[in-house]
C-alpha cells in the first residue's frame, strides 16, 4: 500500500535539497542531525499533493477513494488549482500515441547520489521523451525548470526505470506552480543530463554524503536548517557589516543600491539569529 505523503521517508540527500547540498556539501549531514518540523504552509502543501495525486489517478481510470473528507486543509482555491494541474496533464498526454503516465511513482537515482531516492509527482514516457512535472503549491518563491537540480534528479531516477525500454534521447522537466501561474518548461538531451551527473552530480553528492567539502554561503541558505548557527554565514555577514559607510550626500546611486543588498541579507541573518535564540530561549536555554 503506497505510504501517505506525510508518512514517506526521505533521504539525506534528497532531490528537493539539492540544490542546497551541491552548493554546499557539508551542509548535508549538518542538516540530517536536525529533526524536520512541519509548519502549516507544509501541510498545506502535502494536502493539495494528496488531492493531485488522486485525481491525476481519477483521470488515468484508477479505481481510487476522495481524499478530501479527510484532508486538514482544502479550500476552493486548493481544488482549482489541482484541476489546473490534472488539465496539463491531460494535454500533455494527449499528445502521444498511447504513453505510459506514473503517478507518485518511487525514483532511486542511487548511481549518482549515495542512497538517493525520491518521489516524482508525474512521470511521462512516450516515443524518444521523458517527461517529468512536478506540482508546487507554493506561493512565495516563483521556481524555475531550467537547470533544475531537483527535476534533473528526478530525471536520472526516471531514467534508470525507462531507458532499457524506450530510446529515451530528450526529457522534458516541468514545474506546474499554479498559484504563482506558472508553468515552467526546459528540455534537455539525455547526452548533456548524464554529462551533468557524471562530472557535476556524483563527485559532489560523495563530498556531501561524507560532510566534506567547502562551506558555502548564497541564496540556498533559505532553506538550510542550520543556516541561524552557522559560522560561515557568520563570518560572511559579519564582513558585509563592515562595509565602510560614507555619509548619505556622498553616496552615488550604485553605492546606495550596493548598501540596500547588502543591509537585506544583514537584516535576514540578524532575524534568523534572533528567531533561533527566541526558540532556543522557549526551550529552556538561559543567553547571559
Known sequence: MEAKHSER????LSASSSARWLACPPSALLNAKVADTASDFA???????????????????????DPTENLDFFDSEMSECTDSYVQ??????AKYHQPVVMVEQRLDFSSYVPDGFGTGDCIIVADETLTVIDFKYGKNVLVSAENNSQMMLYALGALELFDILYDITEIKMVIFQP??????????SVSDLLEWAEH????????????????????????????????KRAEYNLMLAQYDFAMPAELEDTEIEAILEKADKLTSWVNDI??????????GKQWT
Open 9 to 12: 521517508s526521505h533521504a539525506k
Open 43 to 65: 501541510r498545506e502543501g502535502t494536502c493539495a499533493h494528496e488531492l493531485a495525486e488522486y485525481k491525476v489517478n481519477k483521470l488515468l481510470g484508477h479505481n481510487v477513494r
Open 88 to 93: 496539463y496533464i491531460a494535454e500533455e498526454t
Open 179 to 188: 498559484r504563482m501561474e506558472n508553468v515552467s518548461e526546459y528540455t534537455i
Open 200 to 231: 557535476i552530480l556524483k563527485p559532489t553528492a560523495q563530498l556531501a554524503a561524507e560532510g566534506k567539502g567547502e562551506f558555502q554561503v548564497g541564496e540556498h541558505c533559505r532553506f538550510c536548517k542550520v543556516k541561524a548557527t552557522c559560522r
Open 274 to 283: 534572533k528567531d533561533y535564540a527566541l526558540s532556543q530561549a522557549l526551550a
